[in-house]
């Protein structure tokens, strides 16, 4: 999936699906990295895409929980 339309997706989101996919992409980075560590990962480039994924999802989870702090 394209940057933009993750982006897009998870934008989308409420908080608590939000919690629920970064919690998922996070048991996804540590499936990578054992698949690393043992020598079966044949695509590198995912574990910097997961991680990167997990940044993303975790920032929007951070906006949307101090826009409504702020707001109410």
Do not use: C, D, Y
């Amino acid at each position: 999936m394209k940057r933009s339309e993750f982006m897009r997706e998870i934008n989308e989101l409420p908080v608590e699906a939000l919690k629920l996919r970064a919690r998922e992409l996070g048991e996804e980075l540590l499936r990578l990295r054992f698949r690393q560590a043992s020598g079966q990962l044949e695509h590198s480039h995912r574990l910097k895409e997961a991680r990167r994924n997990l940044a993303r999802v975790k920032t929007v989870i951070a906006r949307k929980q101090s826009e409504a702090t702020g707001s109410a």
